[in-house]
């Protein structure tokens, strides 16, 4: 942890900060009271991510591939294409929490600081909590997507946001699938959507649904006349690690991508009988898809069928072996704690390989990073948010 010193000046410099706030919503079909464009523009229709080039045929190949294969399984599941809207809304007084509220000591004593809002037509408004210092030039800045963990949301994210607002950066947070405002006052939301797509095969509220969202919002991004669209990078927590990893794997316009303790191996976990405590942590809908299936104990065999019914591919062609690579060239530095037990790091050999090859083909190696900090298990420390900020620092600003 940081000196009481530096938590001092992180505080007194809060107190002097002049920041802008937006609380707005990426609106697709909304029925509601009437939009305005994005950035008072004409709305296009939704495009596929923008594929570039890495001057290296076979990894922008394999690259494209993936792409393609991955937007496809995420479009299977969708509602028609709507314009991209935009309408603002005000902040959320009492924001939910789906368990007991996390720890915030790691938040009190980090140097970082950011915030804003979006929505979506299906599962209802996407929200944001955009922060940025009151604007001074016309000059465009760049900007950070923070993502929030399992049961949590954007609020519990703000001492970050501000953070990195502080230090230059235009800083997004957002409520992932059926969690915040997206929860509507429900604090099973997120279990039941688990449970409703083992059964029904309709929607992918783990991870997958999510990186659609942030797709949208990459879109959005660059049409803000605020950010720098060659300058975004992506940030998260435990299941918002998963979210920044497979959306930087998706989507070309996330420049520098740093997920904290998300990045596994789901087929070596099943494999070598290491899933437990990833199961553990949404352990409801593997006792409901037990029971589906006749089992008297959750077994490998209920951990795959769940992930195959809700996440098509997870542990399989989309895995980490397969999306890391991919993210290559743009920089990217893999977080965890070395004893995790939901990332163990077994799972995360073959991946990492794949990835330092891929990087090293395309002449980028200093762009790829990984550090399994010793003696920490599944949770973010400070010594993670100051590597984090360094990395963002070196390649965005």
């Known amino acids: 942890m940081m000196a009481s010193s530096q938590s001092c000046s992180c505080r007194l410099l809060k107190m002097f900060l002049s920041l802008a706030v937006q609380i707005a919503h990426i609106i697709l079909g909304n029925k509601g009271s009437s939009p305005m464009p994005v950035g008072g523009r004409t709305p296009n229709l939704f495009l596929p991510p923008p594929i570039t080039t890495?001057?290296?045929?076979?990894m922008d190949s394999q690259a494209q591939v993936f792409r393609s294969e991955f937007l496809r399984v995420l479009l299977s599941r969708r509602s028609p294409e709507v314009p991209l809207m935009v309408d603002y809304s005000n902040s959320v007084e009492n924001p939910l929490f789906q368990s007991d509220v996390p720890s915030t000591e790691v938040k009190k004593n980090c140097i970082l600081f950011v915030m804003g809002n979006i929505k979506d037509a299906e599962q209802g408004r996407l929200p944001l909590l955009i922060l940025s210092l009151k604007k001074t030039s016309e000059q465009r800045r760049p900007a950070i997507v923070?993502?929030?963990?399992?049961?949590?949301?954007?609020?519990?994210?703000?001492?970050?946001?501000?953070?990195?607002?502080?230090?230059?950066?235009?800083?997004?947070?957002?409520?992932?699938?059926?969690?915040?405002?997206?929860?509507?006052?429900?604090?099973?939301?997120?279990?039941?959507?688990?449970?409703?797509?083992?059964?029904?095969?309709?929607?992918?509220?783990?991870?997958?649904?999510?990186?659609?969202?942030?797709?949208?919002?990459?879109e959005y991004l660059t049409k803000r006349d605020d950010i720098d669209p060659k300058r975004i990078g992506i940030t998260g927590i435990s299941l918002g690690g998963m979210h920044a990893w497979f959306?930087?794997?998706?989507?070309?316009?996330?420049?520098?991508?740093?997920?904290?303790?998300?990045?596994?191996?789901?087929?070596?976990?099943?494999?070598?009988?290491?899933?437990?405590?990833?199961?553990?942590?949404?352990?409801?809908?593997?006792?409901?898809?037990?029971?589906?299936?006749?089992?008297?104990?959750?077994?490998?065999?209920?951990?795959?069928?769940?992930w195959?019914?809700?996440?098509?591919?997870?542990?399989?062609?989309?895995?980490?072996?397969?999306?890391?690579?991919?993210?290559?060239?743009?920089?990217?530095?893999?977080?965890?704690?070395?004893?995790?037990?939901?990332?163990?790091?077994?799972?995360?050999?073959?991946?990492?390989?794949?990835?330092?090859?891929?990087?090293?083909?395309?002449?980028?190696s200093g762009n790829f990073k990984f550090k399994a900090e010793d003696g920490v298990g599944h949770e973010v420390t400070s010594y993670m948010i100051k590597e984090s900020s360094d990395w963002f620092d070196k390649f965005l600003k």
């Open 54 to 58: 890495t001057g290296n045929g076979v």
């Open 146 to 218: 923070f993502m929030h963990g399992t049961n949590t949301n954007k609020e519990w994210l703000r001492p970050w946001l501000e953070a990195y607002a502080s230090r230059g950066y235009v800083a997004i947070g957002l409520d992932s699938r059926y969690h915040g405002e997206r929860a509507y006052n429900c604090k099973t939301a997120y279990n039941d959507a688990l449970i409703s797509s083992w059964k029904n095969g309709n929607t992918m509220p783990f991870i997958f649904d999510t990186v659609w969202d942030l797709i949208k919002l990459a």
């Open 247 to 306: 959306a930087a794997a998706a989507d070309t316009r996330y420049s520098v991508a740093v997920p904290l303790i998300g990045v596994q191996g789901f087929r070596w976990a099943i494999d070598n009988d290491e899933w437990e405590a990833r199961v553990n942590s949404i352990k409801p809908l593997f006792e409901e898809a037990r029971i589906d299936l006749g089992k008297s104990v959750i077994d490998k065999e209920v951990v795959e069928k769940v």
């Open 308 to 364: 195959n019914r809700i996440a098509p591919g997870l542990a399989s062609k989309f895995d980490s072996p397969y999306s890391l690579p991919v993210i290559a060239p743009r920089p990217l530095y893999i977080l965890n704690g070395a004893k995790d037990p939901r990332c163990p790091l077994g799972g995360l050999e073959v991946p990492l390989k794949r990835a330092e090859k891929a990087y090293k083909e395309t002449g980028s």
